[in-house]
């Protein structure tokens, strides 16, 4: 049985040799590296490029998304029990932020 990078390899050649692969966006071509690529873990360059080029953020990237979302309720908020609230849900989503990144530091994984 053959393993799953050999079965990868056959589909890759088959593919080259139909030339299903000539007509694809950057064939031939090194790949162009994103703002971040260098200061991405080098274990997590190829899957954040795919998520990206599929149009998929990776979780963190939401994360910061929330993270601005709770800064700019927590800018415009009057009600001073409700400031309270939101920092309070802003605080935990950075501690978390943090963790999550951390881990990718360390580990190149989650």
């Given at each position: 049985?053959?393993?799953?990078?050999?079965?990868?390899?056959?589909?890759?050649?088959?593919?080259?040799?139909?030339?299903?692969?000539?007509?694809?966006?950057?064939?031939?071509?090194?790949?162009?590296q994103d703002a971040g690529w260098e200061?991405?873990?080098?274990?997590?360059?190829?899957?954040?490029?795919?998520?990206?080029?599929a149009g998929v953020v990776p979780a963190e990237v939401e994360l910061f998304?929330?993270?601005?979302?709770?800064?700019?309720a927590l800018d415009g908020c009057q009600s001073e029990p409700e400031r309270v609230v939101l920092r309070r849900r802003l605080s935990d989503l950075q501690q978390k932020i943090t963790l999550r990144l951390e881990s990718l530091r360390m580990n190149g994984s989650l």
């Open positions: 049985m053959p393993t799953q990078d050999e079965e990868i390899a056959r589909h890759l050649r088959e593919a080259l040799a139909s030339g299903e692969l000539a007509g694809t966006k950057g064939f031939g071509k090194p790949l162009t200061a991405t873990p080098e274990a997590l360059r190829m899957p954040f490029k795919i998520l990206k080029d998304h929330e993270r601005a979302a709770l800064t700019a």
